[in-house]
């Protein structure tokens, strides 16, 4: 059977498996979690026979929430089926995908001489993950968590046991920040060298050139124009791959070789900034520097020497960047090389902020020049309206402070409008582009188009901020609804129409004896006649129509999409 059919070729007991529709999954055509398990087990017994290693794969597709609830069930399918074609595409010959139940999928690579042989397969699924997926006119975009478990172990396990070591390590990867992959216990399953070998291979690869800087652009959504890059390092290693900076900077994070590493970065990122000048392209660059790095005693002159020798190159393009959590340290001196670099011309950026400890703190001790906000308060603002006040607030903090701003980590189309209507304006992330090779970004910018949307996705004050709490309360709210129908959440959603942020509007509007337009007048009555449908939905359950009620959750969906519209043009003629 060849590798189309998703059966592993390698083991031929699969040749005699029943190949019915029972066995498939009937919207991807990948095997189901029955055909998985059967094909895992005798994975493991080929394995054990002939000494070869494999790895267990558990992944969940993340941001599939909100394409569900913004374009309905048809679009979610369609997209989750593309990017199974896309995972399926990237595997090698012998290794298999299956869809489990609906976001969850598993894989099994065989044929691994040790489980750092599995990271170039890894990253790939991560990649065909992250592929824009575009269906109609719109384009989506999704991210993956992974957990990696292997076999043999120490102790003999079943394909139900490394399944659910794999699904646990998935767990640890989301809780880190999703579009990552986490080995179970890694530590003790996958053989890394001791520290001292590690830093002497560092060393070894900085010798023979073996770290290059990507670079991931910067946009100002309100004006549409690029406005920076930021220079990433990776480890281009000869056995392992492209490595992540999260492989090797941990081990250097206290020792000279951060120094060192540093002082590459910032001189490689100057001689690629004159290569782009004389090319006509003249950005803000943005480079790591760790906190060992800028507390070095003479940091101020040893960044005043290199830029002396790239005289064309202006301080003010450069800036530096310095993780938050690295910041407790020695602060007094830290907080006087940034005064220095300052001094000098070159930018500090504070970065990850509102992560780890006080950020107050930081904002107190130190002058930096920009504060990027962590991608964790923003990556589920357009489900969560905890989220959404959170970053509310760190933005309120961040202009308190006068501080310039940007979100990174932006993931969507979706995240880059609501973020403007929410004043900021400064964007990275996968919703703008991937980090890519510098001889790469000249064709990208000269390409690059703001999206046509943000020309009127402005900063209005309170209407806008009513329309963005609506659109995220509510559409929250209706997925809450349909899991309360589906017995996934025990408590019954608030059904009152008072007690939602527009219906405290609407409340408000009328006691001040405001409501005499009818657009008004004609969004309350929309708005009571959502919560009467959404009552009347929870009624149909408590019957025991739980499948009629279902049903009715799309009409729900669409009265909400029509409040949506007319308070939107509500807020543009008031």
Not at 475 to 484: C, P, R, T
Request: aromatic fraction near 6%; include cysteine; charged fraction near 20%.
């Amino acid at each position: 059977m060849n590798s189309s059919s998703g059966v592993v070729p390698q083991v031929k007991e699969s040749a005699r498996m029943p190949q019915n529709i029972s066995h498939r999954d009937p919207l991807t055509g990948l095997p189901n979690r029955v055909l998985y398990d059967d094909c895992l087990q005798q994975a493991i017994r080929n394995a054990r026979r002939h000494q070869q290693p494999l790895a267990v794969v558990s992944l969940e597709l993340d941001g599939f929430k909100s394409i569900n609830e913004r374009h309905g069930r048809v679009v979610c399918d369609q997209v989750l089926a593309t990017l199974a074609e896309n995972m399926k595409r990237v595997l090698r010959k012998g290794d298999l995908l299956a869809r489990l139940c609906g976001q969850e999928f598993a894989a099994v690579l065989h044929d691994l001489h040790d489980p750092h042989d599995s990271i170039p397969a890894i990253t790939r699924l991560l990649d065909a993950v992250t592929e824009p997926v575009q269906i109609g006119n719109q384009v989506h975009y999704a991210t993956a968590s992974m957990g990696i478990t292997f076999y043999p172990q120490a102790e003999e396990l079943d394909a139900d046991q490394l399944l659910a070591q794999a699904v646990q390590a998935m767990q640890q990867a989301k809780r880190a920040g999703r579009n990552l992959y986490h080995f179970f216990d890694a530590a003790k399953l996958v053989p890394r060298p001791c520290e001292d070998d590690l830093l002497d291979r560092i060393r070894q690869a900085m010798e023979a050139g073996e770290f290059v800087l990507y670079y991931q652009p910067k946009v100002n959504m309100r004006a549409g124009k690029v406005v920076g890059v930021e220079a990433l390092i990776r480890w281009h290693h000869p056995e392992r791959g492209l490595l992540a900076p999260s492989e090797f900077l941990p081990v250097i994070e206290d020792h000279r070789l951060s120094v060192d590493l540093g002082e590459w970065a910032i001189e490689t990122v100057l001689n690629q900034m004159e290569e782009w000048r004389a090319a006509g392209l003249q950005l803000v660059v943005s480079v790591n520097v760790s906190s060992h790095h800028l507390q070095q005693n003479n940091f101020p002159e040893s960044l005043t020497a290199m830029l002396a020798s790239h005289p064309s190159i202006s301080p003010s393009s450069l800036e530096l960047e310095i993780l938050g959590s690295g910041t407790h340290q020695d602060a007094e001196q830290l907080a006087e090389v940034v005064r220095g670099c300052r001094h000098i011309g070159v930018s500090v950026a504070l970065d990850d902020f509102g992560s780890g400890r006080s950020s107050l703190e930081d904002l107190k001790r130190l002058p930096a020049n920009v504060l990027k906000i962590d991608s964790g308060f923003v990556r589920n603002i357009l489900d969560s309206t905890e989220d959404l006040a959170i970053l509310e607030g760190v933005l309120g903090l961040a202009t308190a402070f006068r501080r310039q701003f940007i979100a990174e980590g932006v993931e969507s189309p979706e995240h880059c409008l609501l973020l403007l209507r929410l004043g900021c304006d400064l964007v990275q992330g996968y919703g703008i582009a991937r980090p890519m090779e510098a001889q790469d970004l000249l064709g990208w910018v000269a390409a690059w188009r703001p999206d046509p949307q943000w020309a009127v996705a402005t900063s209005r004050g309170l209407d806008e901020r009513l329309l963005v709490y609506t659109s995220v309360e509510h559409k929250a709210w209706i997925v809450s609804l349909e899991a309360y129908i589906k017995g996934e959440l025990e408590t019954e959603p608030r059904l009152n129409r008072h007690l939602c942020q527009l219906g405290a509007f609407v409340d408000a509007t009328e006691q001040a004896g405001h409501n005499s337009q009818p657009a008004f007048q004609a969004i309350a009555a929309l708005h009571w006649r959502i919560h009467a449908m959404a009552q009347g939905i929870v009624k149909l359950h408590t019957q025991g129509k739980s499948t009629e009620a279902l049903a009715r959750l799309a009409d729900l969906q669409g009265l909400l999409e029509n409040l949506l519209l007319q308070l939107k043009s509500f807020r543009l003629k008031n």
